[in-house]
């Protein structure tokens, strides 16, 4: 009989401490693949959509509200730019795309983005074969008060092709809010889900959400000393935000320096931007979690020793016969010590089952409620690393008693007995 | 390190400190000693006359501070701690009075653990040897049967078929009938003698029952072998 096979049957004798002791790494080891996977998930998540585009020109404010309100369709905007800086950029030959985006009303909570056909042809930088917004059914928008939504908008208010639907004005649910019941919009197209923020927004034309918008931009007019009822001028037309691809990269800090002297706009690198937010809020969040999941393991840590210690105490007649058929010191302490190891092991094998699973049964949720996309069973180098820690752990966490038995005079606990 | 081998055993004018070395330490003074191969012998004497501590030093659980002890013509004192654990585990069996069995494990692994331990059969030996000894004690139905299910006569003759599984020199028995009634008593020392000769081992055989002690070729009063003195007379 192997001292594994031996090892193991002593686990299975106090199979209650076992699986509680087990339950405490799997605990810890499930928590921290969860929090590195989230960690590495989300950050690679946010930098991609952030590096679709390279500049996002928008009212002067927080580069990081302009970058979140109109990457990511959350947060409120800046404010507006004029529509005529949107046709400078794209005149630009420095510049490969320039998508305008109109935001000011929602349905349900999904905002509607005024945009052009233009968003849609966009190739993925992450696969260029392939486009950054893909049908799942329908077509484009071809006429104002046509709309395509996203896919969670789609499963999340039932809204198929065909159907129509009336704008509330405002980005976000508020009651008593009026509704642009005039303007009904139609269903035309559905995306297919990407996991990211355009699975939570519904894109219509530009002139849709002008011509919503029309009266109070009137009452601005007339404000402005205007003549009522005067048709509007592209001079009074706004835009949200520019979202701009360069023809080089290496342009993003002139232009954005450039766009900056501008009185009424300014320029956002949305990759810096959200990386200083990752820094900022959610890696410290992460890192919490992280030194929680710490903690658990080296409670379960001390839990292996204390349990190995106690069964090594009550078994030191068994050591002692042990000794006395004649096994070596070396054995005896190589058993305590793969007791220590089978816990642990046992622990993060289930535990890693355990994170990576629960992860993907919830995939779907992290995909449409906060468009993140995860890889859900791949393990990087960090986690391999931190359970490799812990797996360490739980073997120095067996040579305590493990060294106590090597150290015990085989005699003594024959005698007594 | 070794001399002839007509001794299973040889004990030549042992000491051992008992105690921890103060003013109530004992010197536990052991005369010569002699058991020869094959033969068996009955160490018998009143409680605290040291019979128990003579079978520690015999199978190498405790080392003497001065004095030879030879097993099959080795010098135990020579052997280093692992050469030691080897050669008690291939040279010597060990019978209990509360026969140390191991709980989690059933009656044919504890035989089967301790031949791993003894190192004297090829691994793929060991489950047939373990069958065919259990079998031997009259177990053939309690093979796989722990402990705490069996008779304290089943566990005694499964800790009898463990002591005789690496086919040892000498057989070490501490009141091996001490927790029995006397009829399971009786049987237990008849299959002990039984199985030492067909083994071929010696034996030393601790009993307070003076009645089996005389059954034996050969019985030794611990109280003529072993004295006892005050730590103080002996450095005086």
């Known amino acids: 009989m192997s001292l594994w096979r031996m090892a193991w049957r002593y686990l299975w004798g106090r199979a209650l401490v076992t699986i509680l002791t087990v339950t405490g790494i799997v605990l810890g080891a499930a928590l921290i693949v969860t929090v590195l996977t989230l960690q590495r998930e989300s950050k690679t998540g946010f930098l991609n959509e952030g590096g679709q585009f390279d500049l996002v020109v928008g009212a002067k404010g927080s580069p990081l509200q302009l970058v979140l309100s109109s990457i990511y369709h959350l947060d409120s905007p800046t404010g507006n730019i004029p529509y005529a800086r949107f046709a400078a950029l794209a005149q630009d030959t420095r510049i490969a795309s320039a998508v305008a985006l109109g935001l000011g009303d929602n349905y349900h909570g999904y905002r509607i983005v005024g945009t052009d056909t233009n968003l849609f042809s966009l190739p993925d930088r992450r696969d260029p074969k392939k486009l950054l917004f893909n049908l799942a059914e329908g077509t484009l928008f071809q006429k104002d008060f046509e709309a395509v939504v996203g896919a969670q908008v789609a499963s999340q208010t039932g809204l198929k092709r065909g159907d129509t639907f009336v704008g509330t004005h405002g980005l976000t649910v508020t009651p008593g809010t009026s509704e642009h019941h005039a303007f009904p919009y139609t269903v035309v197209g559905v995306l297919a889900p990407s996991g990211s923020s355009s699975d939570n927004a519904i894109y219509v034309t530009l002139p849709s959400v002008w011509r919503i918008h029309e009266k109070e931009a009137e009452t601005h007019r007339q404000r402005a000393g205007v003549a009522p009822n005067a048709p509007p001028s592209t001079k009074d037309l706004e835009v949200t935000a520019v979202l701009l691809r360069l023809k080089t990269i290496g342009l993003r800090l002139l232009m954005s320096q450039e766009i900056q002297k501008q009185t009424e706009a300014m320029a956002a690198i949305p990759v810096n931007e959200m990386l200083r937010l990752y820094q900022q809020v959610l890696r410290p969040m992460q890192l919490l979690l992280l030194a929680v999941a710490a903690l658990v393991v080296i409670v379960s840590a001390l839990s292996i020793t204390a349990t190995l210690y106690q069964a090594a105490e009550r078994r030191r007649r068994d050591l002692a016969v042990l000794r006395a058929l004649g096994a070596h010191p070396r054995e005896i302490f190589t058993l305590v010590v793969l007791e220590a190891l089978l816990v642990t092991v046992l622990g993060l094998a289930t535990g890693w089952l355990l994170g990576h699973g629960g992860l993907a049964l919830a995939m779907p949720y992290f995909r449409d409620s906060l468009g993140i996309s995860l890889s859900p069973w791949m393990s990087d180098q960090v986690e391999i690393f931190s359970l490799g820690l812990v797996a360490l752990g739980g073997l120095l966490a067996g040579i305590l008693p493990a060294a106590q038995a090597y150290r015990r005079e085989a005699v003594t606990d024959l005698s007594s007995n | ?236």
């Open chain 2, 1 to 236: 390190m070794t001399t002839s081998t007509q001794w299973a055993v040889e004990v030549e004018e042992c000491r051992l400190l008992l105690g921890n070395g103060g003013a109530e330490a004992i010197v536990f003074h052991l005369a010569d000693f002699r058991v020869k191969d094959v033969e068996q012998v009955a160490l018998t004497g009143p409680s605290g006359c040291g019979k128990s501590t003579l079978l520690n030093l015999v199978a190498g659980l405790r080392k003497p501070d001065t004095g030879i002890i030879r097993v099959q013509g080795t010098a135990l004192g020579q052997l280093s701690p692992a050469q030691l654990d080897t050669f008690r585990g291939q040279t010597m069996g060990f019978i209990f009075q509360n026969f140390n069995l191991l709980d989690t494990f059933s009656a044919l692994e504890n035989v089967m653990i301790g031949m791993r331990f003894g190192r004297a059969f090829p691994k793929g030996e060991h489950k047939e040897r373990a069958t065919l000894l259990l079998k031997r004690v009259g177990l053939q139905r309690r093979l796989h049967t722990r402990p705490v299910h069996l008779s304290v006569g089943e566990r005694q003759r499964v800790a009898i078929a463990r002591a005789i599984a690496n086919h040892p020199a000498l057989l070490l028995a501490d009141e091996p009938t001490g927790a029995l009634d006397p009829v399971t008593a009786s049987d237990i020392f008849l299959l002990i003698r039984e199985v030492c000769d067909e083994e071929h081992c010696a034996l030393l055989l601790v009993t307070h029952d003076l009645n089996l002690a005389l059954q034996l070729p050969r019985q030794v009063d611990c109280c003529h072998l072993v004295q006892h003195h005050a730590l103080s007379e002996v450095t005086a």
